[in-house]
């Protein structure tokens, strides 16, 4: 079956655009996981839902980022206004209940 | 907060030869690890886990409590086995995942 699905793959923004990346989780997964790896580094937690509710946004950097899963499936990251420290690969992954962790191939941001 | 951290960034080992990729943590309670693989051009994905207690392509790993370590070990690396890996810890009764900064291993014909 289809894995976790992200789109766009790239994305280069210039700095102070605003930007939507999309997650498409395997379906059926209840939870869903953003994460942001930047260069070098490890993934770092951004924020979880469970169906449609957000139970953790405590690692979002700060109020540009936003992360939306309205009707418990599909899921948006929102960044506002874009700065150069942005820049890095945003990665999403869904699990059924809690579980083992499937990733998506990510999003590249460059943010000029 | 917990912590994990890979020593190594970069591990060079020929083809044979044994590996040890160092993983440890800070946690006060009991976590679950795992440890996550990326080949180039592929996503992320899980390698093994500390409760299922198996071996998966040739690697393992042992949880030790006392030294908050989760090393992964292979006794003959191969060259298929050149990849990143990640080293995540999960709480207990939470839910995200929390990474290491990750090695590069690079086995070498």
């Known amino acids: 079956g289809a894995g976790v699905s992200q789109s766009p793959r790239y994305k280069v923004a210039k700095r102070g655009q605003d930007v939507a990346l999309r997650c498409d989780p395997i379906?059926?997964?209840?939870?869903l996981f953003w994460y942001q790896q930047a260069l070098g580094q490890g993934p770092e937690f951004l924020t979880y839902?469970?169906?449609?509710?957000?139970?953790?946004k405590s690692g979002l950097p700060s109020d540009r980022f936003f992360a939306e899963r309205p009707e418990g499936s599909v899921s948006t990251l929102k960044i506002q206004r874009t700065q150069q420290e942005d820049s890095a690969v945003y990665l999403c992954a869904s699990s059924p209940a809690k579980n083992i962790q499937y990733f998506g191939a990510g999003t590249r941001l460059s943010v000029l | 907060a917990q912590r994990v951290t890979q020593p190594e960034k970069l591990l060079s080992v020929f083809k044979g030869a044994p590996v040890e990729l160092k993983c440890n943590y800070s946690y006060s309670g009991s976590p679950e690890l795992f440890w996550y693989v990326q080949y180039s051009r592929q996503r992320l994905q899980l390698l093994l886990r500390h409760i299922s207690r198996e071996s998966i392509k040739g690697f393992t790993a042992d949880l030790n409590k006392g030294e908050t370590s989760f090393h992964l070990k292979k006794p003959f690396a191969q060259e298929e086995d050149s990849a990143m890996y990640y080293c995540?810890?999960?709480?207990?009764?939470?839910?995200?995942?929390?990474f290491g900064g990750g090695t590069r291993v690079l086995v070498k014909p």
């Open positions: 379906s059926g997964h209840v939870s």
């Open positions: 995540a810890l999960r709480e207990a009764a939470g839910n995200k995942l929390t």
């Open positions: 839902f469970q169906n449609e509710a957000q139970l953790d």
